[in-house]
T-cell receptor, first 113, second 114 residues
Framework: KNQVEQSPQSLIILEGKNCTLQ??????????LRWYKQDTGRGPVSLTI?????NTKSNGRYTATLDADTKQSSLHITASQLSDSASYIC????????????FGDGTTLTVKP | DTGVSQNPRHKITKRGQNVTFRCDPI?????LYWYRQTLGQGPEFLTY????????KSRLLSDRFSAERPKGSFSTLEIQRTEQGDSAMYLC????????????FGQGTRLTVV
């Protein structure tokens, strides 16, 4: 069964600090891995997408890494801001025609002043 | 606004009533997905359209749920005889590329069944 597990479940950091969120997956055959940011009561917004051959991708202060061998990904947030407070969801798609995706339950990040 | 649009944003209904949600995807996107999300969980796949064809349905989509995309553009999700367990956020997503199926999500419809 395809699964995506994220850790930690929640995280509180001070403004300006860095943090790293983890994602482990067991999705096969692998197509791509995406990180989304979801503000409370809003739809998810795509941050990064990585395919099998990519092991790092940045989007501003967000940097995602992918280790396809160990089936692990991380999302690093640099110099956090209050607006980074949100849920961060890891999504892994398989390589079938429908591109079926498996979602993690997210990490809830709270940035405090 | 050229993003994915969902209406209504919020819906409160009494148990047993029927509700219908609408999703307008980005105009050139031929793939459309519906998800359900409960508090503290990631979105759960409900169904998927490619153009007007409904190609996949989750077992979560009980016989009380039906989705349509009659002209391959907007889509509707109907829930009949709502139950309290149906209370959730219903998300729609669309994409054009096969390898980026949920590149764009709508803002969701928050359903509360009382």
């Amino acid at each position: 069964k395809n699964q995506v597990e994220q850790s930690p479940q929640s995280l509180i950091i001070l403004e300006g600090k860095n943090c790293t969120l983890q994602c482990n997956y067991t999705v096969s055959p692998f197509s791509n891995l995406r990180w989304y940011k979801q503000d409370t009561g809003r739809g998810p917004v795509s941050l990064t997408i990585m395919t099998f051959s990519e092991n790092t991708k940045s989007n501003g202060r967000y940097t995602a890494t992918l280790d396809a061998d160990t089936k692990q990904s991380s999302l690093h947030i640099t110099a956090s801001q209050l607006s980074d407070s949100a849920s961060y969801i890891c999504v892994v798609s398989d390589n079938t025609n429908a591109g079926k995706s498996t979602f993690g339950d997210g990490t809830t990040l709270t940035v405090k002043p | 606004d050229t993003g994915v649009s969902q209406n209504p944003r919020h819906k409160i209904t009494k148990r047993g009533q029927n509700v219908t949600f609408r999703c307008d995807p980005i105009s050139e996107h031929n793939r459309l997905y519906w998800y359900r999300q409960t508090l503290g969980q990631g979105p759960e796949f409900l169904t998927y359209f490619q153009n007007e064809a409904q190609l996949e349905k989750s077992r979560l989509l009980s016989d009380r749920f039906s989705a349509e995309r009659p002209k391959g553009s907007f889509s509707t999700l109907e829930i009949q005889r709502t139950e309290q367990g149906d209370s959730a956020m219903y998300l729609c997503a669309s994409s054009f590329r096969h390898d980026e199926p949920e590149a764009f999500f709508g803002q969701g419809t928050r359903l509360t069944v009382v």
